[in-house]
């Protein structure tokens, strides 16, 4: 069974700073996909960036990217140019590509990181 | 578009009681899936299903049942509530696709007391 960690469980950081969170995944598999998602207190949780394994480069969407490390088995998120709204719960997801029913057995999560942003 | 939506949003159960949440999408995705969210930690899957009459177990499934009569409907039932059970419940939906993301509902808040 695959394991996410995310061993920050709060971090803070000044408003236009860049922050860093940090996600470790424990896999066999070779390939899947890995995922940033942010719940705010409205619960709702929200898609910020995914990662295929399969490719090298890191993703990046606006002001988000990752720093994905394969044989490390790391995905870290840069937020940059921090605003107030991203201040949320971010959790780090892995799912698996291969066919156990299309990859359908869902997203494995970490425990989450809460992120403040200091104005 | 609604997207996923989910009733109910909040309520109180006795324990031994039953209840059934539902769980909607109007994006015909095929694939769905029911999580749970305890305090200070990440979601956790309790039964998924890929398509109108077929289901799975997930991680967590004991005390929970699952139907899936259609493509738009996923409800959760919990038989015999618990204190156990108290979380929040996220239903979700998808493709199925490669890209795999998954679009969350709203979630709905369960207190057994």
């Not at chain 1, 971010?90 to 997203?107: E, I, K, Q, V």
């Not at chain 2, 059970?85 to 709203?106: D, I, K, L, M, R």
Request: charged share 15%; proline share 4%; glycine share 8%.
């Amino acid at each position: 069974a695959q394991t996410v960690t995310q061993s920050q469980p709060e971090m803070s950081v000044q408003e236009a700073e860049t922050v860093t969170l940090s996600c470790t995944y424990d896999t066999s598999e070779s390939d899947y996909y890995l995922f940033w998602y942010k719940q705010p207190p409205s619960r709702q949780m929200i898609l910020v960036i995914r990662q295929e394994a399969y490719k090298q480069q890191n993703a990046t969407e606006n002001r988000f990217s990752v720093n994905f490390q394969k044989a490390a088995k790391s995905f870290s998120l840069k937020i940059s140019d921090s605003q107030l709204g991203d201040a949320a719960m971010y959790f780090c997801a892995y799912r698996s590509a291969s066919y156990s029913g299309g990859g359908a057995d869902g997203l494995t999560f970490g425990k989450g990181t809460h992120l403040i942003i200091q104005p | 578009n609604a997207g996923v939506t989910q009733t109910p949003k909040f309520r109180i159960l006795k324990i031994g009681q039953s209840m059934t949440l539902q769980c909607t999408q109007d994006m015909n995705h095929n694939y769905m899936y029911w999580y749970r969210q305890d305090p200070g930690m990440g979601l956790k899957l309790i039964y998924y299903s890929v398509g109108a009459g077929i289901t799975d177990k997930g991680e967590v499934p004991n005390g929970y049942n699952v139907s899936r009569s259609t493509t738009e409907d996923f409800p959760l039932r919990l038989e015999l509530a618990a204190p156990s059970q108290t979380s929040v419940y996220f239903c979700a939906s998808s493709t199925g696709t490669n890209h795999n993301e998954q679009f969350f509902g709203p979630g709905t808040r369960l207190t057994v007391l």
